[in-house]
């Protein structure tokens, strides 16, 4: 521990996070960033810096290939990155298996939701009467474009994607603006950074992706439920897989120096569905830690 305390005592650790501020991966990382340093030995500074585009996958790519390997820069961006290098998704400059892992801040419950200007509150009568909302996105390889994509081919919900926001808050001012009508998001974050819209009635949740509903949302329906064939099923269920625990370790932890304790420090350590926080190692070699 003192050799841990002696390396990061009064150093700097970077946070690189993949979306504009205001978003759910920002506010996630800004409370981690106020808090953190006093379970680390030496107590370091945190600092977040924001790095979006193409979904987060800019802000991987220079966390792999830019930032030095010193044990000071942390990258927060989209798991379903990783699913996406093994699709050959063009403009990955990574390869996932040499990041150090080293935690994920919650669990992710993803929800569609809809302005209370569509009129739409009931998804069956939505599917039925054909009316299109646009939905704005990041990325493909995103829950915000993966899901509502996903469930238009499956179910027919008769959604437009658009996407290339730079995170969920450029979406927010999108749909505050009119721009865009609807929203794919992580229930945890949407009720902290959508909390205005929901408390004005304006956002309205529609349907749930998972395959059981949050214990919030008791009377919003599940996507999976109006799939008519087992084909449909599996692919909201795969849709759902990659942005759930596939993308991520069973169990990540903080990042420790060779030859101390594997236990991670209190608070820090957590589940994500969605997102992964990535470290470079002080050596130089990254490896899968599970």
């Known amino acids: 521990m003192r050799a841990q305390a002696n390396f990061y005592e009064g150093k700097t650790i970077r946070f690189i996070v993949g979306f504009s501020a205001g978003g759910g991966y920002d506010t996630y990382t800004r409370l981690i960033a106020r808090h953190m340093g006093k379970y680390v030995p030496g107590n370091p500074v945190f600092v977040v810096d924001n790095m979006a585009g193409a979904g987060s996958m800019i802000s991987a790519n220079y966390v792999y290939k830019v930032a030095k390997p010193d044990g000071l820069t942390i990258g927060h961006f989209i798991g379903g990155l990783f699913l996406q290098q093994l699709l050959g998704k063009p403009g990955i400059e990574f390869d996932s298996l040499k990041f150090e892992y080293i935690g994920v801040p919650a669990q992710d419950h993803f929800i569609l939701g809809v302005a209370k200007s569509t009129g739409i509150t009931d998804p069956e009568k939505w599917i039925a009467s054909k009316q299109v909302v646009k939905f704005g996105g990041v990325a493909t390889g995103s829950g915000t474009d993966d899901f509502p994509n996903v469930l238009k081919t499956t179910i027919g919900l008769p959604i437009q994607m ?4 730079k995170g969920t808050a450029d979406v927010r001012l999108a749909f ?4 865009v009508t609807g929203l794919s998001n992580s229930w945890e974050s949407t009720k902290s950074t959508w909390k205005k819209e929901l408390d004005a009635g ?3 949740p529609v349907l749930q992706t998972a395959s059981e509903p949050h214990p919030e949302l008791p009377k919003v329906p599940l996507a999976i439920s109006f799939a008519k064939t087992e084909e449909a099923r599996g692919l ?3 849709v759902a897989r990659v942005h759930g625990a596939s993308v991520r370790p069973p169990r990540c932890f903080a990042g420790h120096a060779k030859g101390s304790s594997p236990d991670p420090p209190q608070g820090v350590h957590g589940h994500d569905e969605r997102s ?15």
């Open 276 to 290: 992964s926080v990535i470290g470079r190692s002080q050596e130089g070699e990254s490896g899968h830690q599970s």
């Open 202 to 204: 304006d956002l309205i």
């Open 236 to 238: 909201i269920e795969t």
């Open 176 to 179: 505050n603006s009119g721009e």
């Open 162 to 165: 658009v996407s290339g926001y």
